[in-house]
């Protein structure tokens, strides 16, 4: 059903990584991911087809049998919503950019409603952020590091993706561990300049997940150092709301 998504979880709370740090949002998990990143910490969102979404709000929690129309995800961002001024709906995953219709059709529907969109991908699929690009408000994507994540480094496929979320509030994350090395983050930001040098990076240090460390203090200054021979704007930044213990 191409207005029908698989969903893993709805709730509210405040982003934790990147740029907009500490804003407050509904958070719409959708379900699968066609990466298996080392540092994981989302396993519940790696079902691509789970049988219920649990929607959280102020009362507890309930549960929505998937896949779910997307005039329904709508009327559950407002369920959950306490009534503070949000932000934006970050649309999360997984990758949510799998399921591409579904949520272009979400989008459009937050958008009809005055809401904004904030798109948090993983930033490997080109095609599917241009279908939703000009619905983003915000999008940040990942760049991924072989150091980190596991994941293979494509620099012409990670061009392609920001070519096509271009112009969308776009910044790039890269996950770093304390294998990563200058040379890496040197190659990752001067393939993210060649698309633009003032798209924002943030170095995350990765939360101690799958056996993978974050670097020390010095390490990430030397990595930072090393992007910014690129990038007109790079910042260090940690995931907040795991130190907070917020969802």
């Avoid at 959280?56 to 009327?75: F, H, I, K, L, Y």
């Avoid at 399921?99 to 009809?112: D, S």
């Avoid at 996950?175 to 393939?191: F, G, H, K, L, Y």
Wanted: aromatic share 4%; net charge negative; hydrophobic share 45%.
């Amino acid at each position: 059903m191409p207005d029908a998504l698989f969903v893993s979880e709805i709730f509210e709370s405040v982003q934790g990584e990147g740029i907009r740090l500490g804003v407050r949002q509904v958070f719409v998990r959708l379900a699968g991911c066609n990466l298996r990143c080392r540092y994981c910490d989302t396993p519940l969102a790696m079902n691509a087809t789970p049988a219920a979404a649990i929607v959280r709000n102020v009362g507890g929690q309930v549960t929505e049998s998937n896949p779910v129309e997307a005039a329904r995800v709508m009327e559950l961002v407002n369920l959950v919503s306490s009534g503070a001024p949000m932000h934006s709906v970050s649309w999360t995953g997984g990758e949510p950019l799998l399921q591409p219709e579904g949520l272009r059709r979400c989008m459009e529907l937050a958008r009809e409603m005055g809401l904004r969109n904030y798109l948090e991908t993983n930033g490997t699929l080109a095609k599917a952020v241009a279908r939703v690009a000009p619905l983003a408000d915000f999008i940040a994507a990942d760049v991924k590091l072989p150091s980190a994540s596991g994941a293979a480094f494509d620099p012409e496929a990670v061009r392609a993706f920001l070519s096509a979320a271009a112009g969308s509030g776009l910044f790039v994350k890269a996950v770093v561990s304390d294998e990563s090395t200058p040379e890496e983050i040197s190659a990752a930001a001067e393939v993210v300049a060649a698309v633009n040098s003032s798209t924002p990076m943030v170095i995350q240090p990765v939360t101690c997940a799958g056996g993978v460390k974050p670097p020390g203090a010095e390490g990430l200054l030397g990595l930072q150092a090393a992007a910014l021979v690129h990038l007109d704007d790079v910042r260090v930044i940690a995931q907040m709301h795991k130190k907070l213990g917020l969802l």
